[in-house]
C-alpha cells in the first residue's frame, strides 16, 4: 500500500478511535441510593405507590408483591386498572383481597386528548392518601429497601421529585442486542446522573417513569398527569415541567434495588421505543426550533455512524470480488477502504464492549452492534414517518 494510502487509512480511523474516548467522558453515574440510610425514618410519612397497568397479566403480581415485601412501615398501594382485556384486574383484586395495604381501582373511560397512562396515574393520585406519591410500573421489581431509601434520599437532597434508575433486564436475544444501545444513546445526550442533576438547561432533565417520588405538594402544585396529559414521554415532561416551576428535581440510580423488563420480544422493542425515540426526544432537544428541525438529522447520525465500517468492509469485499470477476480493472483501491473498516469497527467493538459491559449483558453481544444498529435505524426511520401520531398497547395518540 502506497505511503498515501496509509495516510488516509490513519486519518480516517482517527475520529473512530477518539469518539468512544469523548462518549466515556461524557458519562457519568455518580450518583447512587447505595450510600442513603436503608431504615426507614422514625417520622415515616404515608408513601402511596400508585400503579397504573394495562394489560400486565405477566408482571403484575410479582410487581405488587416486590411493592408489598417492602421494609417502609407507612405504606398504600394503589392499582389502577386501565381498562385491561386480559387478567391484569382480576390478579391484582385476588393480591388486594389478601393485603388491606391495597386497592385496586377501574379507571374511568379515557378523556380526548389524554394518554392513557397519564389518565390512570392521575386517577391514582386523586384517591391516595399520602404526602409522598410514588408513581411505578407494572414490569418493575422493587427491592424491600428501594422505597426506605428513596423517601431519605428525597430528604437529603431536599428534593421534590426524585426520579430512581435502576436495571434494565434483558433476557432474549433481541433484548440483549438491540436495549444497550438504545441506553447508551440515552447517556450520551443526558451525560448520567450528574449531568441531569447539575444542569441548568430545562430540556436537559430527564426522569425515569418506573420510579417517580413526588412530594404531594410539588406534584399539586404543577398540576399533575394533568398538565402531562398529552405528553409521549410523560416522566420527562414532568420532571422539565418541575425544575422550570423553581422546585427541586433529582435523579439517582439503584441498580440492586429497582428492575425493569421493558420488553420482552423485538416487536415489543421496537413498538415501545417507536413512540418515544422521535415524539418524546422533542421536550428534551435544546435549541429551540433549530434544535428540533435537525434532531431527525441528529437521530439518524447515530446509528448510521456506526454502521458505516460494516458498509464499508462490504463496499471493499464487492470491489474485490468484481476485480477478481474481471468486471473492474483493479482492486487496489479497495485495500485503504477495507483497512479503514477494520480499524473503524475494531475501536467501536472494543467501546461497545464496555456499554454491553456496563449494562450487564454478555460480551458475546457486543459483537452483534452493527445488528443493533440497523434495528435503531429502522426505528427512527418509522418514528420520523409517524411524527407526533404513535400508538401503544391499542390506543392511537396525537403527542402534544
Known amino acids: 500500500m502506497s505511503l498515501t494510502a496509509r495516510i488516509l487509512v490513519g486519518s480516517a480511523a482517527l475520529p473512530w478511535l477518539l469518539w468512544p474516548l469523548v462518549a466515556a467522558l461524557r458519562v457519568r453515574l455518580a450518583d447512587a441510593l447505595d450510600a442513603v440510610p436503608p431504615a426507614p425514618p422514625p417520622d415515616a410519612p404515608l408513601l402511596s405507590i400508585v400503579l397504573p ?14 411493592v408489598l415485601s417492602s421494609t417502609y412501615p407507612a405504606l398504600e398501594l394503589i392499582v389502577v386498572d386501565d381498562h385491561s382485556t386480559d387478567r391484569t384486574a382480576p390478579i391484582a383484586r385476588e393480591i388486594a ?33 399520602g404526602s409522598l406519591l ?42 440483549r442486542v438491540a436495549q444497550p444501545q438504545v441506553f447508551a444513546m440515552l447517556l450520551l445526550r443526558f451525560g448520567g446522573t450528574e449531568g441531569v442533576n447539575c444542569s441548568h438547561r430545562v430540556t ?7 420510579f417517580l417520588l413526588f412530594r404531594r405538594a ?6 399533575g398527569h394533568a398538565a402531562v396529559r398529552r405528553k409521549v414521554a410523560e416522566d420527562l415532561a414532568l420532571a422539565q415541567r418541575t425544575f422550570a416551576m423553581g422546585f427541586r428535581y433529582h435523579l439517582t440510580m ?74 473492474i480493472a483493479s482492486a487496489a483501491a479497495a485495500l485503504p477502504l ?26 458475546r453481544y457486543a459483537a452483534a452492534y452493527p445488528l443493533a444498529s440497523a434495528i435503531i435505524l429502522y426505528i427512527v426511520v ?19
Open 53 to 66: 397497568a394495562r394489560n400486565e397479566e405477566r408482571a403484575i403480581a410479582s410487581c405488587m408483591r416486590s
Open 382 to 400: 418509522i418514528a420520523l414517518a409517524s411524527g407526533r401520531n404513535v400508538e401503544w398497547k391499542g390506543r392511537a395518540y396525537r403527542a402534544g
Open 134 to 175: 410514588c408513581f411505578t410500573d407494572a414490569d418493575t421489581t422493587h427491592g424491600a429497601e428501594l422505597h426506605a431509601r428513596a423517601v431519605n434520599a428525597l430528604r437529603q437532597r431536599n428534593a421534590d421529585l426524585l426520579s430512581v434508575a435502576g436495571t434494565q433486564e434483558m433476557q432474549s436475544f433481541w433484548e
Open 254 to 327: 439503584a441498580l440492586d434495588q429497582l428492575s425493569t423488563r421493558m420488553y420482552a420480544s423485538l416487536g415489543e422493542l421496537v413498538r415501545g421505543w417507536r413512540k418515544n425515540i422521535y415524539a418524546g426526544a422533542l421536550d428534551a432537544t435544546p435549541g429551540g426550533a433549530l434544535g428540533r428541525a435537525l434532531l431527525p438529522f441528529m437521530l439518524l447520525a447515530f446509528p448510521l455512524f456506526m454502521l458505516l465500517p460494516p458498509l464499508a468492509l462490504a463496499v471493499a469485499a464487492v470491489w474485490s470480488a468484481l476485480a477478481q470477476a474481471g468486471i
Open 218 to 223: 410539588a406534584y399539586d402544585a404543577v398540576g
Open 338 to 363: 477495507a483497512l479503514w473498516s477494520a480499524v473503524s469497527g475494531a475501536a467501536l467493538l472494543v467501546w461497545w464492549m464496555g456499554v454491553y459491559a456496563a449494562a450487564r449483558t454478555p460480551l
Open 204 to 210: 436537559d432533565k430527564v426522569a425515569n417513569g418506573q
Open 97 to 129: 383481597a389478601a393485603d388491606p395495604r391495597v386497592r385496586v381501582l377501574s379507571a374511568p373511560p379515557l378523556p380526548d386528548g389524554w394518554f392513557g397512562k397519564q389518565w390512570a396515574c392521575a386517577q391514582g393520585a386523586a384517591a391516595a392518601r
